[in-house]
C-alpha cells in the first residue's frame, strides 16, 4: 500500500486513514534508512522506550522533577 502525504512548515504529517486502520496503534517507531522512512506500531510505549533505559537506575518521579526544573532554572536543556 502507498499513501500520499503532505508535510506541513511545522515537520507534522497526517497519516490518511487507511494507513492508521493497517498500523492499528497510535504510537509509531520511525526508522530512516537514506531516503526511505520506515513506520512500525508500537503496541506499548513503555516496551518502546525500555531501549533508552537499559542499564539505568530508575528515578522516582519527584526526583526527577526536581533535575528537570533545576536545569530549567539554570536555563539549560535537561
Given at each position: ?11 507534522q ?44 537506575k ?11 526544573w533545576?536545569e ?7
Open positions: 500500500m502507498a499513501v500520499t502525504a503532505k508535510i506541513t512548515s511545522k515537520g504529517i497526517t497519516l490518511p486513514r487507511e494507513a492508521r486502520r493497517v498500523l492499528d496503534s497510535n504510537t509509531v517507531e520511525i526508522e530512516v534508512q537514506g531516503e526511505t522512512v520506515i513506520l512500525r506500531p508500537v503496541r506499548s510505549v513503555a516496551g518502546a522506550l525500555a531501549k533508552y533505559a537499559a542499564g539505568k530508575p528515578v522516582p518521579i519527584g526526583e526527577m522533577r526536581g533535575q528537570v533545576g530549567v532554572v539554570r536555563g539549560r536543556k535537561p
